[in-house]
Every structure is written in C-alpha cells, then in structure tokens.
C-alpha cells in the first residue's frame, strides 16, 4: 500500500449528479464514468459499492476482496453527506490497514 504522491478524493453534486474525482498535487482526475456517476451515503445502497471498489483500488495499487469493498461501503461511504465529500487517501488506506489485518 505504498503511495508516491497524497490525492484527495472528493465526491460532489454537478447538476444534481454525483461526480467523483481523485485531486493528487498536480492532477485532478474524474473517477466514474461520464453520465453514470457514483452514488454515497444512506441514500444510495447498491452504488456505495462500486465507488468502494473503485476508491480502494485507487488508493492502494490493487483491487479489493469483495468482502473488503463491501465494508467500506457500508461502514464509510454510507455515512459521508449527500452533497459531498473529500477522503484522504492517507484515510482510506489507515482503515483498509486496519480491516485487512483484523
């Protein structure tokens, strides 16, 4: 889980539409796919996933047990607000250390 540059990801509304982006220090770079987005929080279910997914691949340089992405989902993506977001990826890879070595 080795990381060379710190990114940010941040979750927004852009015309009501989640958006998600990772913002390294000199780089911004959108996460989902253009016109099907992402989903967060409680009111999103099914869609926490493959942000999870997406997210802790991102972070950590592989992809994540399924398990694994569902515990994300549902214990961190689940809970941030509706109207957005920002994550470390420092964030996301402490709680990935701590899940994978429960």
Known sequence: MSTTDSRIYVGRLERN????????TATVERLDPPGEGFGWG??????????????LTDAS????????ARR????????????GFALPRETVN???RRVVTV
């Open 17 to 24: 539409r989640p958006v998600v982006f990772a913002v390294g």
């Open 42 to 55: 409680m009111d999103a279910a099914g869609d926490t996933l493959a942000l999870a997914r997406v997210l």
């Open 61 to 68: 340089g592989s992809e994540p047990p399924a398990d694994v």
């Open 72 to 83: 994300f989902a549902d214990q961190i993506l689940s809970r941030v607000p509706h109207d």
């Open 94 to 96: 402490a709680w990935l």
